[in-house]
């Protein structure tokens, strides 16, 4: 079993709907980091939690640790959001990344 | 943008060849990892440098090496490169350990043939 996993892994919207991604992970962590991977394939880091909720313009990021459990949430979702989001925790012996597979973002216009 | 470079971009070598990737980076960042992406899997930690000359394994550094004589230098070396380690690599640098943000390189795509 992957030490983190996300849901779903592909995931089509039309412009303008609510999107939620889903993370969810096994092992005790100290952070946990959503990332955006462009079509083109640079990665840009979104948000590190430890706990509660970041919000940065359209974009909410929740942590549950009880429930080892986070969500990235987008707003009004346009086309420019169509990417890949990874969800990595912080955790293990040396406090390394641990990256999910991604999940494939497509928004219509 | 953070001022982090790979180079080369793209690579296509031969089986039993040593291969040399380069990270640069303009930012001062004491933290420079390596990582590599395979369809199928998360990003993977290969090796990393928490300063000059002061490097250490990740969860994939089996095959690899690396070289930190600078800086803003980390050099990723494939000492024979086989087809297993065709994939994507990618740098990347933080100002802390494993920081609020690290810094993503532009990836480069290695096909081992």
């Known amino acids: 079993k992957n030490e983190v996993e996300q849901s779903p892994q592909n995931l089509t919207a039309q412009e303008g709907e609510f999107i939620t991604i889903n993370c969810s992970y096994s092992v005790g962590i100290s952070a946990l980091h959503w990332l955006q991977q462009h079509p083109g394939g640079g990665i840009v880091s979104l948000f590190m939690l430890s706990s509660g909720k970041k919000k940065h313009g359209r974009l909410i990021a929740t942590i549950n640790i009880q429930e080892k459990h986070s969500s990235l949430h987008i707003t009004a979702s346009h086309p420019r959001d169509s990417a890949v989001y990874i969800c990595a925790v912080r955790g293990g012996s040396q406090g390394n990344l641990i990256f999910g597979k991604g999940t494939k973002l497509s928004v219509k216009p | 943008d953070a001022g982090i470079t790979q180079s080369p971009r793209h690579k296509v070598t031969e089986t039993g060849t040593p291969v040399t990737l380069r990270c640069h980076q303009t930012e001062n960042h004491r933290y420079m990892y390596w990582y590599r992406q395979d369809p199928g899997h998360g990003l993977r930690l290969i090796h990393y440098s928490y300063g000059v000359k002061d490097t250490d394994k990740g969860e994939v550094s089996d095959g690899y090496s690396v070289s930190r004589s600078k800086t803003e230098d980390f050099l990723l070396t494939l000492e024979s490169a086989t087809s297993s380690q065709t994939s994507v690599y990618f740098c990347?640098?933080?100002?802390?350990?494993?920081?609020?943000?690290?810094?993503f390189g532009p990836g480069t795509r290695l096909t081992v043939l």
């Open positions: 990347a640098i933080s100002d802390r350990w494993l920081g609020n943000e690290q810094f």
